[in-house]
């Protein structure tokens, strides 16, 4: 087990730069997520970690100790890749035995550990097959059990569940937690899939185009995202944001006057800001004043709750939770009311606004 | 048989027979005859007499002249089916022959007084007979059992060392990082242009600055790096998923260990397609064993044949049985083996 300390990691493909001055902390033990939309580099982050790219600028620490140009048979890490990475000619137990047989271990050390993991993983019925003969959940156990025999300093998963189906993929992630749980190993987990980021992680990392946006607890990024990017990438359907001008009121207008909605106090008039609201956090006004009026274009009932897509009057689209016995349907007008409490509130460059 | 007789009977729809059914199968008999003729023609004539060889129209069965003993004659003699002037047809055996006329007698009658015929109105009888002694005396004399042991000998060697040597230099040009490996790839794939012709001089003369005439490694060695074989094996490796050979490196394994314990168990379809390739070409090699091996105690195979076509007169019967023990080993490689070099070629692209 150990810490990995990342500074100012940059990398290039030839003029593409991939990676711009990542600066990264991972506790030993922590569970840490590296999340993002495709081409964000979180899986190149991923690689430049275990060793299977160099970095063109910056250091890795493992453990304190520099490792920035280590091949990966030394860094002592362990990979789970989103294709298994099974060596399809050989059994399971040999799939699992490899590292060990590599690390000169005593060849009864090897059989104990592949026992033991075989056990944990459930694997023990099928040591003797091939890949192959093995259905996707299985060959994902393998390739996880093939990780944590060797022990390793760090745990890295690229991707790992998004081959399995949609049930598969949520009892495995629940299997990854109790393993993390169980071994305490550090980990760092990559996915673009936010539930898996918001389920496992300790800390998520969000990435966009190279660059780190946020690094936090999942609520933390939830509740209080630093930024228009994280806002919209956390959360699911996403956060609704309106984007206008502060008025002399103190109130928000949108471009073409169509809509003002209220604003907390303290913001400069004819600033622009950008407004940001979950979908839970839009409540049907009820009897109180409404702050603006939705359209209701599409109605999705979902058995434990309905999403309801709709356009304010200047066109922006909004999303709001409702309960499922909401009669709402299509083309209905809606008085709807935001959580005062539940702003987020951008400024032009897509910062949050912190009161 | 069942599966043979409803494969030779499919047709394009199910029951009826159409045109192009027709044109398809007279294409592919047509393809049979082109590809198996000339190796039955083969076959059948190396068990034909050196008479029969050189008859003219040429026989396709090995015939040759039916003879019968009978008694009061030391050697056997020859049946012949005779036109007698009276109208009738009798077999006779023929005593003997001069100039035009021929004396013949009953077989069944010995006894009663010959016969003589004038050589148009009798007709050899003749009967499918094969001269296995065209296989049993080169045997005997020739030394097919040692020429066949330099040949297995060097097939065999130089077929472990191509591969070995060759599944080595495909590593380290699709999986191994070093610089200048494309100009790498590119100087093996130059040297597929130039034609052996070209360079025999030469290598002939490091063969024998190295002393290696006329021992079975000046055949073995010089061919053992192909590039036809490197470039096989290096595209057949590059389809090996890249996260393998990563999980690999992760895995803590050498580089030798990715190439024996991953790599190599991966790319046996390939190998297998080199090996048979080899193979036929190491067998069948002729024009350089004939440069550097002069005695015929290491002479191959092919080279031993060479020895039956000699400057004034050739042993055709001899020559073509041998040709034909020849050419078994490699056909029986090919039957057995067919199966992965369908495979291997189609998956290493290769056509």
Redesign the interface.
Known sequence: MAGLVLKGIGKSFGPVEVLRGIDLDVADGEFVVFVGPSGCGKSTLLRVIAGLEEVTSGTILIDGQDVTTERAAERGLAMVFQSYALYPHMSVYRNIAFALENMRLPPAEIEARVRRAATMLRLTDYLDRKPGALSGGQRQRVAIGRAVVRDPKIFLFDEPLSNLDAELRVATRKELAGLHAEIGGTMIYVTHDQVEAMTLANRIVVLNKGRIEQVGTPLELYNRPANLFVAGFIGSPRMNFIRGQVTPEGRLVTPDGKVTLPLPAGHAPGAEITLGIRPEHVLPAGGEAPDAILTVDLVEKLGSEAYLYGTLADGTALTLRSPLEDPARRGDSLPIRFERQRLHLFDAAGLAIRP | MNRVASLLRQTRRPGRLGWTDILSYAYLALGVVLMFGPVLWLVLSSLKTPAALLEFPPSFLPLTQKTISVPGHAQPLELHRVRLPDGSVKELAQVRRIGIQATMIDPANPAAPAIRVPIEAREPIREVAFAWSNYTEPLKQFAFGRYFANSLVVTIAATIITLLINSMAAYALAIYEFRGKNAALLMVIGTLMIPITIVLVPVFLVVTQLGLNNSLWAVILPGAATPTGVFLLRQYMLTL?R??I?????????EW?IYS??VM??TLPALAVLAIFSIMWRWNEFLWPLAVLTKSEVYTLQIGLNAFQGELQTQWHYLLAMTVMTLAPVALVFVFLQRFITTGIANTGMK
Do not use: G
């Not at chain 2, 990563?246 to 050498?254: I, T, V």
């Open positions: 998923p996260d393998l990563e999980a690999a490196r992760m895995d803590k394994a050498s260990q314990r991953i168990p991966l």
